[in-house]
């Protein structure tokens, strides 16, 4: 059974930091892109950052949003996302995903298994 579960959200201060985490269990990681969504209220599920395995040569791609500020990593089973000068525009729920393959990609018509999200709040 493949599991995704995300934690390290909350609620902090404009230009602080967080690190959300993503355990993931039950699929071969090397074999899968992992990335980083996030889904604001009525807004559509927006890509934020994406990491590869050794197989597609571990790189990353991130939403122009965020780029420059985020930063995500990997390493076995557990894959990371550093926020840093965090902003309002950056509260949502944010969500892990897995999608089967090497290439980097931040459709999320292209992953195939999700967490269950984490709640990140930016506000005085």
């Known amino acids: 059974q493949v599991q995704l579960v995300e934690s390290g959200g909350g609620l902090v201060q404009p230009g602080g930091s967080l690190r959300l985490s993503c355990a993931a269990s039950g699929l071969f990681l090397e074999t899968y892109v992992i990335g980083w969504f996030r889904q604001a209220p009525g807004k559509e599920r927006e890509g934020v950052a994406c990491?590869?395995?050794?197989?597609?040569?571990?790189n990353t791609q991130y939403g122009f949003a965020v780029e420059g500020r985020f930063t995500i990593s990997r390493d076995k089973n557990m894959v990371y996302l550093q926020m840093n000068s965090l902003k309002p525009e950056d509260t949502g729920v944010y969500f892990c995903?897995?999608?089967?393959?090497?290439?980097?990609?931040?459709?999320?018509?292209?992953?195939?298994?999700w967490g269950q999200g984490t709640q990140v709040t930016v506000s005085s």
């Open positions: 995903a897995a999608g089967w393959g090497p290439a980097v990609r931040l459709g999320k018509d292209e992953y195939d298994y």
């Open positions: 990491v590869t395995s050794r197989v597609g040569d571990g």
